[in-house]
């Protein structure tokens, strides 16, 4: 598999019980704030296992074609037309015994899921509503869900889809890993800039904690993308193209203004 920019944690102790989890057969549910890295430490996992990731983004139109696949009409060796069954990724992944990314699990509606609730158990297996086969998971299947709590669109999970899973909570990260991060995952090089960086995430956060900024302001996302644009444009315009202009309340704005003047002169 190709070189994978590898999950960073200030708590080792993430990424560690994870790949323990799954080798103990466990689906793990990320819980966490939009850009703290769940997608990557999936990533991560899949990469070190060496196995495929098969990804599910869900959202309100999610529904079982997403899921599982469909049907579709295709011309055989013979010429003829005939209509054939495209798995989807959670068949692939079970198929190949590969891992599954369920994405934002609670932006889907809560109708939709139970038709992974024999994926997700002991039984490792569903029938395909759509041909009737009753597929069976290869040896090494996983499952890996995230999911943002509190944000808008978002819904309550149904308890009997929650207890199949366990929970492993994904905060974002400072001080010298996120230091390590810019270094390895932007194109900025400054040392002095990537300090100003860290020192500024760090306003972020305790704004954010304090409910005077959302959570997205200090996602890792938007901090790497600040990086790569500090190196092209001064720094102030690129705080305001990766996060100011993101955000729509004025005091919002105003709050991440005013740290910009304490920290970037």
Same mark, same amino acid.
């Given at each position: 598999?190709?070189?994978?920019? #590898?999950?960073?944690?200030? %708590?080792?102790?993430?990424?560690?019980?994870?790949?323990?989890?799954?080798?103990?057969?466990?689906?793990?549910?990320?819980?966490?704030?939009?850009?703290? $890295?769940k997608t990557k430490l999936?990533?991560?996992?899949?990469?070190?296992?060496?196995?495929?990731?098969?990804?599910?983004?869900?959202?309100?139109?999610? %529904?079982?074609?997403?899921?599982?696949?469909? &049907? *579709?009409?295709? *011309?055989?060796?013979?010429?003829?037309? /005939?209509i054939v069954f495209i798995?989807?990724?959670?068949?692939?992944?079970?198929?190949? $015994?590969?891992?599954?990314?369920?994405?934002?699990?609670?932006?889907?509606?809560? /109708?939709?899921?139970?038709?992974?609730?024999?994926?997700?158990?002991?039984?490792?297996?569903?029938?395909?509503?759509? *041909? $009737?086969?009753?597929?069976?998971?290869? /040896?090494?299947?996983?499952?890996?869900? +995230?999911?943002?709590?509190?944000?808008? =669109?978002?819904?309550?999970?149904?308890?009997?889809?929650?207890?199949?899973?366990?929970?492993?909570?994904?905060?974002?990260?400072?001080?010298?890993?996120?230091?390590?991060?810019? &270094?390895?995952?932007?194109?900025?090089? %400054?040392?002095?800039?990537i300090d100003s960086i860290?020192?500024?995430?760090?306003?972020?956060?305790?704004?954010?904690?304090? =409910?005077?900024?959302?959570?997205?302001?200090?996602?890792?996302? +938007?901090?790497?993308?600040? +990086?790569?644009?500090?190196?092209?444009?001064?720094?102030?315009?690129?705080? #305001?193209?990766?996060?100011?202009?993101?955000?729509? %309340?004025?005091?919002?704005?105003? +709050?991440?203004?005013?740290?910009?003047?304490?920290?970037?002169?």
């Amino acid at each position: 598999m190709s070189q994978l920019k #590898k999950y960073i944690n200030n %708590d080792e102790t993430v990424y560690n019980d994870a790949l323990t989890m799954i080798k103990l057969k466990k689906n793990i549910l990320l819980k966490g704030p939009t850009g703290s $890295g769940k997608t990557k430490l999936a990533e991560t996992v899949a990469n070190d296992l060496n196995k495929p990731m098969y990804s599910v983004n869900c959202s309100v139109d999610l %529904d079982a074609e997403s899921l599982l696949g469909f &049907k *579709t009409i295709e *011309t055989n060796e013979k010429g003829h037309q /005939e209509i054939v069954f495209i798995d989807g990724p959670v068949l692939k992944a079970m198929k190949n $015994g590969d891992l599954l990314y369920i994405d934002e699990i609670n932006m889907a509606k809560p /109708e939709t899921l139970p038709i992974l609730n024999g994926v997700l158990d002991y039984r490792r297996a569903l029938t395909n509503p759509f *041909t $009737g086969e009753v597929v069976q998971a290869k /040896e090494g299947f996983s499952v890996i869900a +995230a999911i943002n709590v509190g944000y808008i =669109g978002t819904l309550p999970m149904n308890e009997a889809l929650k207890n199949r899973f366990v929970v492993l909570d994904v905060d974002y990260i400072d001080g010298h890993t996120l230091k390590t991060i810019i &270094k390895e995952q932007s194109q900025l090089t %400054d040392n002095e800039i990537i300090d100003s960086i860290v020192q500024f995430s760090k306003d972020l956060r305790i704004m954010s904690s304090q =409910g005077q900024i959302s959570e997205e302001a200090a996602s890792i996302r +938007a901090l790497l993308d600040l +990086a790569d644009l500090a190196t092209v444009i001064p720094i102030r315009r690129a705080i #305001k193209r990766a996060i100011i202009d993101k955000i729509d %309340d004025e005091r919002e704005q105003q +709050a991440i203004q005013n740290a910009i003047e304490l920290i970037f002169e």
